[in-house]
């Protein structure tokens, strides 16, 4: 039974992942920016108003798991705000990346104390972050931020690798979740459920001998 920590848990793809492990028989615990009732409510491991852009919330719970290992941390916690060029709010993209890039980076120094050699470290990014895939432009705020969370995890998986620590960066495919509502647009979207059997699936092929990759839920591999 592997220890799983999951932020940003209180829904969609989090949440997602949380019932995957919970249900291979796995210790499961969200980490949650609200309460998290529902989850505690499926018998879920709940770690409440943990918030990726606060150090003191993510120091409290390292030390509420003091003792504990854990197998496979999960940063997942991410915003989304739309944006152009002719339509910019950069209070707004200095959020996104506060939550989206600089947020990760808190996750493992916070709690990557308590992992050890064969942990695993996935965070959670997107295609859109990809320099080598944009295409089309636009997304100014969410693409930079994506693309800052991309270099993050280069450089963990440099800083981690001599503990035995791998770190893989996730694409989870186009989820309809609540953050993705304005982008219906886009096409047609799984469901968090799907992604995050895709997911598990690439964590679970994770080790110390991977390189550093970036991949789709669906086991493609993508550029930087």
């Given amino acids: 039974m592997a220890c799983v920590l999951i932020t940003g848990a209180d829904r969609g793809i989090g949440a997602a992942l949380a019932h995957a492990y919970q249900r291979r028989g ?8 609200g309460d998290g009732l529902t989850l505690a409510a499926a018998g879920i491991e709940v770690a409440a108003h943990v918030d990726v852009t606060s150090m003191p919330t993510l120091e409290a719970l390292r ?4 003792g504990t290992r854990i197998d496979i941390l999960i940063s997942n916690a991410g915003a989304f705000h739309p944006d152009s060029f002719d339509r910019l709010d950069f209070s707004a993209m200095q959020r996104l990346y506060d939550i989206n890039a600089l947020g990760p980076l808190r996750v493992a120094a916070a709690l990557t104390p308590l992992m050890g050699e064969g ?3 996935g965070i959670l ?8 895939d944009n295409a089309t432009g636009g997304m100014y705020g969410y693409r930079m931020s994506k693309s800052a969370a991309n270099q993050l995890g280069l450089n963990l998986h440099h800083e981690l690798k001599p503990r035995g620590i791998a770190v893989m960066l996730l694409h989870p495919g186009q989820v309809a979740t609540d953050m993705t509502r304005e982008l219906a647009a886009l096409g047609d979207f799984i469901t968090p459920d799907e992604s995050a059997a895709g997911l ?25």
């Fill in 26 to 33: 796995d210790r499961a615990i969200a980490a949650c920016l």
């Fill in 125 to 132: 990014t997107s295609r859109v972050g990809s320099l080598g």
């Fill in 200 to 224: 598990v699936r690439q964590l679970d092929a994770l080790n110390a001998a991977t390189p550093p990759e970036f991949r789709h839920a669906n086991g493609m591999l993508l550029p930087w």
């Fill in 119 to 121: 942990g695993k470290l």
């Fill in 63 to 66: 030390k509420h798991l003091d």
